[in-house]
């Protein structure tokens, strides 16, 4: 199914590490040229890059654009587009986290979890709608979350900035129906990334329980499952979402949570 994919262009936004990073890895191995982004030190960033590069024989580049920054967005996007000639996958999956009550949530980290989880989804997909639209093809996927389809305490910024995802997403696919575009979300559980290891301190923190306690009673148990979902399960969605058996599937809001939001 993905070997179709080979020679296309992807850019991963936020895949320096963690779920951005085994997204852009496995359209790499499929043949994608990828562009990453991301922040990390930046020589360990350049081992990445090299390291993709050469395990999957394909060109991988990198931009520093700041997911804040609207006009470095919309750079990444249309310099993509002119240094391969050819723009066909996005997936926009950077984003942050902060754990707070409503009451006590400090308002940089509302605007900045806004901008990075929600507005940066519309200032990329916005730039890349140009080069797709020409070419009569293209992927649109957004990484959002099953909270986009649910709530969770002490995450009101997060889960505004996912449950925004979802409705740009639709509204978006409807949009570009007629164009060969497709525009679709995935919604995954919890994975254990570093930034969910982040949430179990930070849980930890503002419920006054243990690390321990949050794994077992807060983070998997809203998964039937019991078990994180994995990148790799990720990956398998990722590649039937760009290759052409996918192309029927727009405006989709698809689960990969152990059945979390089933209930």
Same mark, same amino acid.
């Given at each position: 199914m993905t070997s179709e994919l080979r020679g296309q262009v992807a850019i991963v936004t936020g895949s320096t590490s963690g779920i951005g990073l085994g997204l852009a890895d496995a359209l790499a191995a499929a043949g994608v040229n990828i562009v990453l982004n991301g922040l990390g030190d930046p020589a360990a960033i350049e081992a990445t890059r090299a390291g993709m590069a050469a395990r999957h024989g394909v060109e991988v580049r990198y931009h520093g654009a700041d997911m804040t920054r609207p006009a470095e967005i919309a750079d990444l996007v249309t310099s993509t587009s002119a240094d391969f000639g050819r723009l066909d996958i996005l997936v926009n999956n950077a984003g942050i986290q902060h754990v707070s009550p409503v009451e006590d949530f400090p308002l940089d980290a509302w605007d900045r979890i806004i901008a990075i989880n929600l507005s940066s989804v519309f200032h990329a997909t916005r730039?890349? &709608?140009?080069? !797709?639209?020409?070419?009569?093809?293209?992927? &649109?996927?957004?990484i959002a979350s099953a909270h986009a389809l649910v709530a969770s305490p002490f995450k009101s910024a997060y889960v505004a900035?996912?449950?925004?995802?979802?409705?740009?997403?639709k509204s978006a696919a409807l949009e570009l129906a007629t164009s060969g575009v497709t525009v679709n979300a995935i919604c995954p559980g919890y994975v254990k990334t570093p930034l969910v290891e982040a949430q179990i301190a930070d849980q930890a923190k503002a419920r006054g329980i243990s690390e321990e306690a949050v794994m077992r009673d807060v983070i998997l148990a809203a998964q039937p499952t019991k078990r994180f979902v994995t990148?790799?399960?990720?990956?398998? !969605?990722?590649?039937?979402?760009c290759a052409d058996a996918g192309a029927s599937v727009n405006g989709a809001i698809l689960s990969v949570d152990g059945g979390w939001t089933a209930a």
């Open positions: 730039a890349a &709608i140009p080069a !797709m639209k020409a070419a009569g093809r293209g992927r &649109i996927v957004n900035a996912k449950h925004g995802v979802a409705g740009f997403t990148v790799e399960q990720l990956a398998g !969605m990722l590649l039937y979402l």
